[in-house]
């Protein structure tokens, strides 16, 4: 025995897996949908930057605010753009986001895993 009073009954419900799930980072969130995707057949893409000083940089010729990763597999691709649980979009982020369209541009934050794993099953 803690010692520790039993949870308050607004708390007996806590769900920890989503708990840790909020608290991932974007690295590893992002690395926990490449696994699925792999498992599920798709082809997956991620365009990593690399620390050129104090900086990060990526070799890239166009505009900014890509998604994070490309998806595909039988004729249909995905845009994948990878936040932690508070992360926000930057202004050139929702720019790409409403050139693509909902058909194929997604926003993946941690809390949304049960759903991302539906889409890619």
Known sequence: MTGLPPLPLPFADFDLEAYAQAKMTEAAWQMSIIKQA????WLAVHFKPSKVGDHYLTQVLG???SPDLLLARNGVLLLIEVKAQRGRLSPEQERWRD??????WRCWRPSYKRAAWEELA
Do not use: K, L
């Open 99 to 104: 050139a693509i369209g909902p058909q194929q």
């Open 38 to 41: 792999h498992a599920c057949g």
């Open 63 to 65: 505009d900014a605010g």
